[in-house]
């Protein structure tokens, strides 16, 4: 009698924590799969110690030294880091003199613990300073400045900041050049510009590893063509490009198969892939009175499986990081530029880990 209750009682603990987010430390059951064999004490293998590649997160130096949680989860989690702002021209660069004070932070606290810098971004239209842009400068004066810019920032991290964004976000959606005001119009040949600031940066720092990097790049083929087609007058040309990201900001609707085939073509290139902004969206219909469940937290769970393992079929030497567009629920860009109910990371905002975190570190071979 007294072993039946015990039974239904560990059957009925089983039952109310699946699917549940856990605290630092708890194995998460996941709806519909067999707890048998599974230690809920065991602890959760940090995703660094597990991965062969740097596992990354965009991150805020601000929120860094304001809450210690976040500071927490972020050197327990994760190898790597990028500014997820402060490393932007519009923020070093604002005025005609450079700010240096929170890429240095960046930079010295990733030294002290131990972390990689990824750096984000050298070029990219929605980033050039409003003073920048108002000079009005004919492309000869314009790529002087920026050439100026990418030696000072570059050179300044040389040998601490690894690997660079060089260029962020040139092609449209289908593969046409991006229709923006900063570059287009001033150059007569912009890919033969971006081109060149491969080459800058390449000469103020020869180690550090340079990409290219955009969004949709996997499920666009059009886009993916204009990538694959620059890269290859690049290296015609001796331009360096060491790797390619793409963003992933993308959702559990994602087609999967899409994915994959743009994966697959993508890593024909032979280049480093970068998983470089990953987020999963689950209000995929931006609704207001949207409610993650354990059923959504679960869908979460296998998109992040997935795209990890898909990751994990590149080459070794293809393999270079997959970085998160942020650490919690708690700050995302998404909860401004998509819906405030969105829930895209893999801690939630009490910092326990979500599904989400579980599938991603399933995913991991
Ligand atoms: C976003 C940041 O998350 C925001 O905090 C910032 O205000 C705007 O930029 N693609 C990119 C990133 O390459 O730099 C963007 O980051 C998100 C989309």
Redesign the pocket.
């Known amino acids: 009698m007294i072993d039946k209750k015990i039974i239904w009682g560990v059957l009925l603990l089983c039952t109310m924590i699946f699917a549940s987010c856990s605290n630092d430390g708890k194995v998460v059951f996941i709806q519909g799969e067999e707890p048998v064999g599974i230690d809920p004490n065991a602890p959760i293998q940090p995703l660094k110690d597990k991965a062969k590649f740097k596992i990354g997160a965009?991150v805020k130096f601000t929120t860094l030294q304001g809450d210690a949680k976040y500071k927490d989860a972020v050197l327990k989690n994760f190898s790597q880091i990028t500014a997820?702002?402060e490393m932007?021209m519009a923020t070093i660069w604002g005025s005609t003199s450079y700010n240096w004070t929170a890429p240095d932070n960046l930079v010295n606290f990733a030294k002290d613990n131990n972390l990689e810098v990824h750096g984000?971004?050298l070029i990219?239209y929605n980033s050039f300073p409003d003073w920048f842009k108002n000079q009005q400068n004919d492309s000869v004066a314009f790529e002087a400045k920026v050439k100026v810019y990418i030696k000072d920032v570059v050179g300044r991290y040389k040998g601490k900041v690894k690997s660079w964004d060089v260029v962020?976000?040139v092609f449209a959606d289908g593969g046409a050049l991006r229709d923006e005001t900063v570059i287009k119009p001033i150059f007569k040949d912009p890919i033969g510009f971006y081109g060149r600031c491969f080459q800058y940066a390449r000469e103020a720092d020869p180690d550090a590893k340079l990409f290219y990097?955009d969004?949709s790049v996997v499920i666009d083929a059009g886009k993916r063509a204009a990538i694959k087609k620059m890269v290859a007058r690049f290296k015609a040309k001796g331009y360096p490009i060491d790797g390619l990201g793409d963003?992933f900001?993308y959702s559990v609707n994602t087609n999967r198969q899409v994915m994959t085939t743009g994966f697959t073509d993508l890593a024909s290139t032979g280049l480093l892939i970068h998983i470089s902004?990953l987020d999963i969206k689950v209000n995929v219909n931006k609704s207001d009175s949207y409610f993650f469940s354990d059923e959504e937290a679960q869908k979460q769970a296998d998109t992040y499986k997935y795209i990890v393992e898909m990751y994990e079929t590149l080459p070794q030497n293809q393999k270079f990081a997959i970085t998160t567009?942020g650490v919690t629920d708690k700050y995302t860009?998404l909860t401004e530029a998509w819906n405030p109910k969105e829930y895209p990371l893999l801690f939630d905002i009490d910092y326990s880990k979500k599904a989400a975190y579980v599938g991603f570190l399933a995913g991991l071979k």
């Open positions: 965009a997820e702002f932007k984000h971004t990219w962020n976000e990097n969004y963003q900001h902004e567009w860009w």
